[in-house]
């Protein structure tokens, strides 16, 4: 049993960045893919971000891609989202999420996830 707390969440304005952190508790979490998702009012819940079990290696969505990044430390049990140059359509909820062993085939998509936080909201407004 794996659970996950967020938070960092926040009101931001357009090109400013925010941290989001995600505690996890219980064992084994060097063994667990971790992601990160979001999901906008009245969207379907997206993948933004993930590690695969292993730590090695990191996927993003496009959207993205360049502006966020990923990083676990497993000595704290916490993954964390840094998010840069932050834009109105980056307004959402944040999702932490826990997926045992998940690797490359597995990382970006939601319904392989086991775990779930309860979400941060972020807002991005001028």
């Known amino acids: 049993q794996v659970q996950l707390v967020e938070s960092g969440g926040g009101l931001v304005q357009p090109g400013g960045s925010l941290r989001l952190s995600c505690a996890a508790s219980g064992r084994r979490f060097s063994s667990y893919a971790m992601g990160w998702f979001r999901q906008a009012p009245g969207k379907e819940r997206e993948f933004v971000a993930a590690?695969?079990?292993?730590?090695?290696?990191?996927y993003y969505a496009d959207s993205v891609k360049g502006r966020f990044t990923i990083s676990r430390d497993n000595a704290k049990n916490t993954v964390y989202l840094q998010m840069n140059s932050l834009k109105p359509e980056d307004t959402a909820v944040y999702y932490c999420?826990?997926?045992?062993?998940?690797?490359?085939?597995?990382?970006?998509?939601?319904?392989?996830?086991?775990?779930w936080g309860q979400g941060t909201q972020v807002t991005v407004s001028s």
């Open positions: 999420a826990a997926d045992l062993f998940g690797t490359r085939s597995s990382v970006t998509r939601k319904d392989e996830y086991e775990y």
């Open positions: 590690f695969e079990w292993s730590g090695i290696s990191t």
